[in-house]
């Protein structure tokens, strides 16, 4: 298909017919790819039986096919441990997997002195090669752990299975076992091969579980703070975390964990301490909260920092859990002198977006909390994925 000149381009998109057009997508893929892509591209019409067509997307991911979907190894090492600064996070497995996840979330940290190292910006990987899947990987994972260490001296190494580790059978939790032995140093494993989940679903419990099972409760210092809390399911994409945190340091709460955006290997190892966990991402973490109450103790609730008037809303909900009237107090004196800045803005903005519609891609549960972003300007949503709005609904709102 011609390129078609930006200016001309929607004029040129209604004029064409929109069977060609997924036509003309689908003879680009192989056959067999292309039939499973058929399934995954519909034109948006309503039949005439006024059912509308539903998208084929809860399929298992194909390995070696990046698509917006991640696999389960990029849900386990890019997505919950990816965000931790000063554990070496070895990929066991081809240099693509390692590289597809490093730093492809915008992930940002802040190291608190020179003895808090910050490896994020590296890419650490076996890189296997014919030979190893031939003949078993497992030599040269133990030569990269020691390597790892040797250059970097870490607190804690861990090692994240991809593919052709679990087709070959190379046993990462006994070399981890071998290397935690040897090394002195917390040395664990995951299981996390790309073809194991639907989605990278299966990747945040398999890191998730790891990180409870190997990390949490190894510290059992109290921090000072009359109210010491963690934050499930924040992962600090482009430096977010970082005003949370500022917010909790000015209202007097001490931040005792984040999971895992702007963490570090003592947070987890010390997060069991804490007096009540927040969770933001519902999806990707709500069973350690869970896990930490049954074992630990610790309540949790669900908060949301997406938004101002979200944010006031889930800082009031902390000061009601504790019930101290000198934190409500700082949290009401908090809200005061922050929201006339913000509502100047939004006042600013609302004009241009009232009535307007939204159609949100930002994957899980975070789907509600942004919609609460787009109702203080105006807007609706319409249309979310992820999300329990369904598309009729969407199609509904659009229909002449």
């Not at 067509?53 to 390995?63: G, K, L």
């Not at 398999?206 to 703070?225: M, P, R, S």
């Not at 499930?232 to 007097?252: C, K, T, V």
Request: some cysteine.
């Amino acid at each position: 298909m011609p390129l078609i000149p930006e200016k001309d381009l929607s004029s040129t998109i209604l004029e064409l017919d929109a069977a060609e057009v997924k036509a003309e997508l689908i003879s680009k893929y192989p056959t067999k790819v292309a039939r499973k892509r058929a399934k995954q591209i519909v034109v948006n019409e309503v039949g005439p039986d006024s059912c509308v067509p539903e998208i084929q997307s809860n399929v298992r991911t194909i390995p070696g096919i990046i698509s917006q979907r991640g696999c389960t190894y990029a849900g386990c090492k890019g997505v919950v441990l990816g965000p931790t600064r000063d554990i070496v996070n070895i990929t066991h497995g081809p240099i693509g997997c390692g590289f597809y996840s490093w730093l492809t979330r915008r992930n940002q940290t802040r190291a608190t002195g020179p003895e808090d190292h910050n490896f994020m910006t590296y890419c650490f990987s076996t890189d296997m090669q014919d030979e190893q899947i031939i003949f078993g990987g497992e030599k040269k994972l133990r030569q990269a752990v020691q390597e790892a260490y040797d250059l970097f001296k870490p607190k804690a190494i861990s090692i994240f299975s991809t593919c052709p580790v679990g087709l070959i059978g190379d046993d990462v939790h006994a070399v981890a076992r071998e290397m935690k032995e040897k090394l002195g140093v917390n040395v664990f494993a995951f299981s996390c091969e790309g073809y194991k989940g639907v989605s990278q679903s299966a990747g945040h419990h398999i890191a998730n579980n790891g990180i409870f099972t190997h990390v949490v409760g190894l510290d059992d210092t109290v921090k000072e703070g009359k109210f010491k809390i963690n934050l499930l399911g924040e992962y600090n994409i482009g430096g977010d975390a970082f005003e949370i945190e500022r917010l909790f340091e000015d209202i007097g709460v001490t931040l005792i964990s984040t999971f895992s955006g702007n963490s570090s290997y003592d947070h987890f190892a010390n997060s069991h301490t804490a007096d009540l966990n927040l969770i933001m991402c519902h999806r990707s973490i709500n069973y350690v909260a869970e896990m930490m109450e049954t074992k630990f103790g610790i309540p949790w609730i669900k908060v949301n920092f997406i938004g101002a008037e979200a944010t006031a809303k889930s800082l009031r909900k902390i000061a009601d859990y504790f019930a101290d009237p000198e934190l409500t107090e700082r949290v009401e004196a908090l809200i005061a002198r922050e929201m006339p800045a913000v509502e100047a803005v939004r006042d600013e903005v609302k004009p241009r977006c009232d009535g307007k519609t939204a159609m949100l891609f930002v994957g899980g549960s975070r789907a509600h909390h942004y919609q609460d972003i787009f109702r203080e300007i105006g807007m609706e949503t319409i249309a979310a994925s992820d999300a329990d709005i369904i598309f009729e609904q969407a199609l509904e709102s659009i229909q002449p």
